[in-house]
């Protein structure tokens, strides 16, 4: 597998992370997804999960607004599509030693915003359909223990997570879009803080599981 910036550009990789779908640590995710599908109706553009991420062991959910059209070509939420947002995850990500099998992404709204190339920002109709699927995706994640809620879209349902999820860390950060990190020059330096705080969040936990208790 070539993990590297828009790798999921070449058929020969996205063929290849396909034939993982059915792996065990993916199995469950691929099941989610293709029962989104089948509620949603073939309308619906769903991609997968990506198989180089953690999987059911995942112990950090990134949650983002709605796919891409690349995340729609390549058939995966993965930060190796072809666009400027993934590879900025993928290299922030990289710079905050933050290692992608600990991690999982998906988005608040599962289906594709838009027709053709032209793609519309998620409505509050649309986040609320879309959070009893993430609340459902939980509960495949028995690791899961930091939830980073990526850009302002995800985060109006931050709220009503810790409502419903208990000894679960929330944390807030930029979103990767050149728009976000564009903004200001000082941006990616602020993602790279951010995703460091989620390593050392996990980290924390990890240490205290380690211990047991007290």
Request: with cysteine; charged share 35%; aromatic share 6%.
């Amino acid at each position: 597998m070539k993990d590297r910036p828009r790798s999921l550009k070449v058929e020969a990789e996205r063929e290849a992370r396909k034939k993982m779908l059915q792996q065990e640590h993916m199995l469950p995710l691929t099941r989610f997804v293709n029962k989104i599908r089948k509620d949603k109706g073939p309308d619906k553009k769903i991609p997968f999960f990506d198989p180089l991420d953690g999987g059911t062991g995942a112990r950090c959910l990134f949650v983002l607004e709605a796919p891409g059209r690349k995340a729609v070509e390549s058939g995966f939420i993965s930060r190796n599509n072809n666009d400027q947002s993934a590879e900025n995850f993928f290299e922030c990500n990289v710079l905050a030693g933050l290692t992608r099998e600990r991690t999982i992404t998906w988005n608040i709204v599962p289906w594709y915003l838009g027709t053709g190339r032209k793609v519309r920002a998620a409505k509050k109709s649309d986040i609320e359909l879309g959070t009893p699927y993430l609340l459902r995706l939980t509960r495949l994640l028995p690791r899961l223990r930091v939830i980073v809620l990526v850009g302002g879209k995800a985060q109006t349902v931050e709220t009503e997570l810790r409502l419903r999820l208990k000894g679960v860390d929330i944390i807030q950060t930029l979103h990767p879009s050149p728009k976000a990190l564009n903004r200001k020059q000082e941006n990616k330096k602020v993602l790279i803080r951010q995703l460091k705080q989620v390593r050392k969040a996990l980290d924390h936990r990890s240490r205290k599981n380690r211990r047991g208790p007290q």
